[in-house]
Nanobody
Framework: QVQVAESGGGHAQPGGSLRLSCYAS????????MDWFRQGPGKQRELIAT???????NVRDSLKGRFTASRDGAIHTAYLQMNALKPEDTAVYYC??????????????WGQGTQVTVSS
């Protein structure tokens, strides 16, 4: 079992910045990727960034230039740096950890999410 914990959410004013962290722990065999999602009020959950192991980090096109994703594989932690925040960035931000077991199967584990509110 893998536990996923997000942190760093909170309130920011428009134009401000926040940095989210996602920490994976537990029975980690091989992390395939750590990914960021968000779900705004009344909206569907959407993919923000994918951070595959040994691959290219991909950030949603509409967020490039403001959001940056990164990862420290040594400590199973992913980050989401959010700059120039807008009210429409208000959402619950989730981290998904894709853990690949010894047989090659991938299982997804989700955190409980961290609330980000952008308002003046």
């Amino acid at each position: 079992q893998v536990q996923v914990a997000e942190s760093g959410g909170g309130h920011a004013q428009p134009g401000g910045s926040l940095r989210l962290s996602c920490y994976a722990s537990g029975t980690i065999f091989s992390i395939y990727s750590m990914d960021w999602f968000r779900q705004g009020p009344g909206k569907q959950r959407e993919l923000i960034a994918t951070i595959p192991t040994g691959g290219f980090i991909n950030v949603r096109d509409s967020l490039k230039g403001r959001f940056t994703a990164s990862r420290d594989g040594a400590i199973h932690t992913a980050y989401l740096q959010m700059n120039a925040l807008k009210p429409e960035d208000t959402a619950v931000y989730y981290c998904r950890v894709r853990n690949q077991n010894y047989s090659g199967s991938i299982m997804d584990y989700w955190g409980q999410g961290t609330q980000v509110t952008v308002s003046s």
